[in-house]
């Protein structure tokens, strides 16, 4: 379609109903060529975006891939890489179960060597090691939260089977098991506590078989961290009015376990100074997927030389600003660990958020009267604030001066999304990662991605790098690395067409 004027202004002897007046030609081409414009702006600015997300996923993984292993198993940082970046990468944890999810094949045990762990250089904090003497700790009790669906792992990770319930490191132990061993030895099945929700209740007790039926609370419905956790401290203050809790999430990797304990030991030191206290993890490369934690002054408390304040809390940043971040030596990742007295916990609720808080205190109060609980449940639930405990008291306690940290060096991944996952899987130079039977995997100069054999069919793949490929018997994903985060749209998209069953 063509238009008879082009010009700036209207053509000569043109006839108008005024002498102001334009012709209806002369706009419209205006109006058109204003789209026209207006449209190309917006494609370059889609392409603009779409390129500095894959940039932004191709400077995390050049700085990810930039430490390498010398033949002892100790890690050292290329020669691109600044000085600031020498902490091991996260390994896997020692697990030992079967999935019964992956795959209808024998999957393979892997054998690996155990991984030296030493001090961060990230500030000058971490690296005093806290002695830990009994491993027990009087008056602790653990709460694992075991909420959420995994979206992004999807479909490995279901609904009715999340990724908790998941040995997504061939050891033989899912991911709640994992956290179970590794914190037992603190608090012992007496004093460790799961929240979870009705439909995972089940699984949760067939895998976790000495966990005490009191002692594994139920929530009607997901309301995020600040309920699960809050609902967890107001019973267990009811049982013990000196109770300090520790609340470390069942999806969790954690390699180091005398690390880890090390550093859980030191943050109760810390809590029963009145602290709400979070455990920082050295990071091993800048995450886009994580939040940040700022260290502040150390607070100089004798059973606790690692422990400093928390200055602030913040969002996940792009890579630059995390490498930034990183390079100044002064921040951690954040892992969502707090330990706190349960009175403590309550009272920062109350402060902040007082109507979850009496919402809770209701709650527990008849908790462990099954007929009164239940109703209790059902009329106060559904009206509680679904909000994450670092919003709901965590960022603003820290404002006032109420946040501590201690800053870890065990190796941690929340196994976000598959490129994670990836990271934790062994392989061959220039292989995909397979979780699963590897015999069901041929490549053809293909390097990179991870790919999971989870219907039993033979997996091909040629001249392909970076793909993520996960194929269960009722679906199939495909989506790269730098896209992985991405998943849960997915997820979105087929609730929306129809396809809950998969799900």
């Not at 019973?235 to 999430?249: E, P, Q, T, Y």
Request: hydrophobic share 40%; with cysteine.
């Amino acid at each position: 379609m063509s238009y008879p004027y082009s010009s700036a202004a209207p053509p000569a002897g043109q006839v108008s109903s005024s002498e102001n007046a334009l012709p209806v030609e002369y706009m419209f081409t205006q109006i058109m060529g204003a789209v026209q414009k207006s449209q190309a702006e917006i494609s370059d600015l889609r392409q603009e975006c779409a390129d500095l997300r894959l940039a932004n996923a191709s400077l995390e993984r050049q700085i990810r891939e930039g430490f390498q292993q010398n033949g002892n198993g100790n890690y050292y940082a290329s020669s691109r890489i600044g000085s600031g970046f020498v902490t091991p990468v996260p390994g896997s944890p020692q697990l030992r179960a079967k999935s019964p999810f992956l795959s209808p094949h024998s999957i393979p045990s892997l054998v690996t060597t155990p991984t030296s762990h030493f001090p961060s250089p990230l500030g000058d904090n971490a690296v005093t090691p806290f002695q830990l003497g009994v491993r027990d700790i009087p008056g602790f009790y653990v709460v694992i939260p075991a909420g959420g669906a995994g979206t992004r792992l999807w479909p490995l990770s279901r609904e009715e089977h999340p990724k908790f319930l998941l040995d997504l490191t061939l050891k033989g132990r899912s991911l709640i098991q994992a956290t179970w061993d590794r914190l037992l030895p603190l608090s012992s099945p007496l004093r460790t506590t799961v929240v979870a929700g009705p439909g995972h209740v089940k699984s949760i007790r067939e895998q976790l078989p000495d966990l005490l039926a009191h002692n594994l609370i139920c929530e009607p419905g997901p309301k995020d961290s600040m309920a699960a956790i809050g609902l967890a401290a107001a019973v267990l203050a009811k049982r013990d009015s000196n109770a300090v809790i520790g609340s470390f999430a069942a999806d969790h990797m954690i390699s180091g376990d005398d690390a880890f304990l090390s550093a859980v030991a030191e943050a109760v030191e810390v809590a029963k100074k009145d602290y709400l206290v979070t455990i920082g993890i050295a990071p091993s490369h800048p995450s886009t997927g994580f939040g940040y934690i700022r260290l502040g002054n150390k607070l100089g408390i004798k059973e606790a030389p690692n422990a400093r304040l928390v200055s602030s809390f913040k969002e996940k940043p792009d890579a630059r600003t995390a490498a930034a971040y990183i390079g100044t030596g002064n921040y951690r990742w954040n892992a969502g660990m707090f330990v706190t007295k349960a009175t403590v916990l309550l009272d920062l609720l109350k402060e902040y958020k007082p109507e979850l808080h009496d919402g809770l205190q209701k709650i527990a109060a008849v908790w462990h009267d099954e007929a009164l609980r239940q109703t209790a449940l059902n009329e106060i639930w559904p009206e509680l604030e679904k909000i994450p405990i670092d919003n709901a008291v965590a960022e603003p306690a820290a404002a006032e001066g109420k946040v501590a940290v201690v800053p870890a060096t065990f190796g941690w991944d929340d196994v976000g999304d598959f490129s994670s996952l990836a990271d934790l899987l062994p392989a061959e130079s220039n292989q995909p990662r397979v979780l699963g039977d590897s015999s069901l995997v041929l490549t053809e100069q293909v390097a990179g991605g991870i790919v999971v054999p989870g219907s039993g069919r033979l997996i091909t793949c040629l001249g392909v790098d970076d793909l993520v490929i996960v194929d269960m018997p009722d679906t199939l994903l495909v989506t790269t690395r730098a896209r992985s985060q991405e998943v849960k749209r997915l997820v979105k998209k087929c609730r929306d067409a129809g396809w809950k069953q998969l799900l």
